[in-house]
T-cell receptor, first 116, second 114 residues
Framework: AQKVTQAQTEISVVEKEDVTLDCVYETRDTTYYLFWYKQPPSGELVFLIRRNSFDEQNEISGRYSWNFQKSTSSFNFTITASQVVDSAVYFCALSNSGGSNYKLTFGKGTLLTVNP | SAVISQKPSRDICQRGTSLTIQCQVDSQVTMMFWYRQQPGQSLTLIATANQGSEATYESGFVIDKFPISRPNLTFSTLTVSNMSPEDSSIYLC???????????FGPGTRLTVL
């Protein structure tokens, strides 16, 4: 069975602070995919990144960076110099590859509030 | 990324009634998925909408409560039947991109049942 744990239910920071959102996953498969999505108050789900299990390189995109560590089954997300517009719920998700299995297992989400 | 639209964007319904949610994609896709997000909760997969065959439902979801249609490769509907306040949720459809295991989501339908 697959499982995604986001232990931080809510995080509150002041603008310009750096913040890291944690994600720990469980799967028995050797090939899998990890995702981060952002859900702003409007409700839509915005795709941020996908990482496959064979690529442990960290990725940076502007103020966003992701740290994938298979040894600890973690895929953490850092926002540098946070802004008010970053306020949203962030979901980490997992899917397995192979066949036609595109189903996503989501964590419970972390509500990030960035205060001015 | 695929452009995905949903109708209605939101609705308020009475207990015991049914609501059909539409999902339209701007390109042909083999599979479409329907998710539910209850208030303050994460997303849970309801079913996979297969073109030309019956939908595949996840544990805890049944066809009588959530009938799904998939008449072609760009369109699907999800009906929430005999609604109760517990059905108040955001319902989202999603489609995979050509690259497997990458999914994009529609804007969601925010349903409130009184």
């Amino acid at each position: 069975a697959q499982k995604v744990t986001q232990a931080q239910t809510e995080i509150s920071v002041v603008e310009k602070e750096d913040v890291t959102l944690d994600c720990v996953y469980e799967t028995r498969d050797t090939t899998y995919y990890l995702f981060w999505y952002k859900q702003p108050p409007s409700g839509e789900l915005v795709f941020l990144i996908r990482r496959n299990s064979f690529d442990e390189q960290n990725e940076i995109s502007g103020r966003y960076s992701w740290n994938f560590q298979k040894s600890t089954s973690s895929f953490n997300f850092t926002i540098t110099a946070s802004q008010v517009v970053d306020s949203a719920v962030y979901f980490c998700a997992l899917s397995n590859s192979g066949g036609s299995n595109y189903k996503l297992t989501f964590g419970k989400g972390t509500l990030l509030t960035v205060n001015p | 990324s695929a452009v995905i639209s949903q109708k209605p964007s939101r609705d308020i319904c009475q207990r015991g009634t049914s609501l059909t949610i539409q999902c339209q994609v701007d390109s042909q896709v083999t599979m479409m998925f329907w998710y539910r997000q209850q208030p303050g909760q994460s997303l849970t997969l309801i079913a996979t909408a297969n073109q030309g065959s019956e939908a595949t439902y996840e544990s805890g979801f049944v066809i009588d409560k959530f009938p799904i249609s998939r008449p072609n490769l760009t369109f699907s509907t999800l009906t929430v039947s005999n609604m109760s306040p517990e059905d108040s949720s955001i319902y989202l459809c999603s489609v995979p991109r050509m690259d497997p295991n990458e999914q994009f989501f529609g804007p969601g339908t925010r349903l409130t049942v009184l």
